[in-house]
């Protein structure tokens, strides 16, 4: 029997040791080393839940999400075999022969399988053939290019898998469940958090990408940044879309960044990308900017909501913007702590900033959403936006049941709730009747509770699956 022990940094920053089997099986749970080179136990993702109820049941599971996020370490723990198939050598295996790959020591994990597009169709048959639950595992940073045979639909379950939200970060114990919120039978609030809003301007910067926790603030901003150059280096180009001009995209990106929570228009974006620059992008050049990056799951729009009852009419259907973490915004926009917390970014923004105009206001929604959409996924429950054509009335978030009905969410820079807060909540109260399930305001305050009309406040850091 031939047993490797490979040590490897894996995509979230952690070096975790497993063996490596081609012959015989041999399954242990990584150990982790963070990039300091001290253990480090896994931390339990909400995704994970989601994931032992559908192995429990289902031959195959993709694990789809951005490079860093985590889905290496938590896939690995659930294998006995991991063939990496951005390496050469294993990705040379894979295409000269995708089954002597599944017929290793299950389950196996073929990691970055967008690699080989041939391994999704090699599954997906063995999957037809009767595959047991928990069989295999699939994990990707991209959409591959190379599109498999097969969509895979009823053979293989796509998982999303998101940066860190609040409640995993272990900042506070989280006391209100989105889950039970979800039941409708609006339960009472409570609990108290520490965070002050000095404390969200460190969460907004300090990433939810795993491997990033901890690092001192010049170690984390060269990570940032080798992130983001990596993109236009190496990403777009595993995309088949070479960058002839990679400061042209950084500064869509930083337009797109300018523009977090909003559904300013692409062209706006695409102006304040080129405005000074002596020449203006073209619309193809900036939509497969805006696709390849959509691909590599580091945008994350929000869509806006469609319900399909007549009681609400002439909704702007634009995506709210939202890149995969708040902390790749800020520093694609170049703040620290001190322009968020004393407002000196604000010169530096193009005009299509909303409400009024403070970045870190953007930024803390862009977290809460993050933080709503892993506790949302939890429940099966899809997360969208509200907005009227006119502009008069929005609603930062939409949480909506498979049966269509939702629960409201506001999100303030705050730490207190007035009545002018809850106005357009309690409108939209007012038209949904029963398919209004909850309605909520998450702010940076302390405590949980229900405001004497029923309004729920939450602090942000005590929401959770």
Request: hydrophobic letters at 45%; charged letters at 20%.
């Amino acid at each position: 029997m031939l047993r490797e022990w490979l040590y490897r940094r894996s995509v979230d920053g952690y070096v975790c040791g497993a063996w490596m089997v081609k012959y015989k099986s041999f399954s242990t749970s990584p150990t982790c080393l963070n990039p300091q080179g001290t253990m480090r136990p896994y931390a339990q993702r909400i995704v994970d839940s989601e994931l032992d109820i559908l192995l429990a049941e289902l031959p195959a599971v993709v694990l789809e999400g951005p490079k860093a996020v985590g889905k290496t370490a938590t896939a690995a723990r659930r294998v006995a075999t991991v063939f990496e198939l951005d390496t050469i050598a294993h990705r040379q295996l894979a295409q000269a022969d995708p089954s002597v790959l599944l017929n290793a020591p299950a389950p196996v994990l073929f990691d970055e399988w967008q690699h080989v597009p041939a391994i999704w169709d090699a599954v997906r048959r063995r999957v037809d053939a009767g595959a047991e639950p928990g069989q295999y595992l699939l994990a990707g940073s991209a959409v591959s290019t190379d599109a498999p045979t097969h969509s895979g639909a009823g053979r293989i379950v796509s998982v999303r898998m998101r940066p860190l939200a609040l409640a995993e970060r272990g900042l506070v114990m989280p006391t209100v469940s989105l889950r039970d919120l979800l039941t409708g039978a609006r339960p009472p609030l409570g609990g108290t958090s520490t965070m002050a809003l000095s404390d969200y301007a460190d969460e907004v910067l300090a990433s939810g990408f795993p491997g990033l926790r901890g690092l001192s603030e010049r170690a984390l901003k060269a990570q940032l940044d080798g992130y983001l150059q990596r993109i236009a280096d190496r990403d777009f180009v595993d995309q088949g879309h070479a960058v002839r001009k990679p400061v042209a995209l950084r500064r869509w990106m930083t337009a797109y960044a300018a523009a977090t929570a909003t559904t300013t228009s692409l062209a706006k974006i695409r102006d304040a990308a080129t405005a000074g620059a002596g020449e203006t992008a073209s619309k193809p050049t900036t939509a497969m900017y805006r696709d390849v990056l959509e691909s590599l799951w580091v945008l994350d729009p929000v869509p806006a909501w469609s319900p399909t009852h007549g009681k609400l009419a002439r909704l702007v259907q634009a995506p709210r913007h939202h890149l995969v973490d708040p902390a790749l915004a800020a520093r694609l926009l170049g703040v620290d702590r001190g322009a968020l917390l004393h407002g000196d970014a604000s010169s530096m923004l193009p005009n299509f900033t909303p409400k009024d105009g403070a970045l870190l206001g953007q930024l803390f929604e862009s977290l809460v959403t993050l933080s709503v959409r892993v506790c949302a996924q939890a429940s099966s429950a899809t997360v969208s936006h509200f907005r009227e054509h006119d502009g008069r009335r929005e609603i930062d978030l939409i949480v909506e049941r498979e049966d269509r009905r939702v629960i409201a969410i506001e999100v303030k820079l705050s730490a207190t709730v007035d009545d002018a807060d809850v106005r357009h909540l309690l409108w939209l109260q007012g038209r949904l009747k029963d398919d209004l399930l909850d309605a909520l305001i998450v702010t940076t305050g302390s405590h949980a509770y229900r405001r004497a009309d029923g309004i729920g406040v939450i602090p942000a850091a005590l929401l959770t699956a």
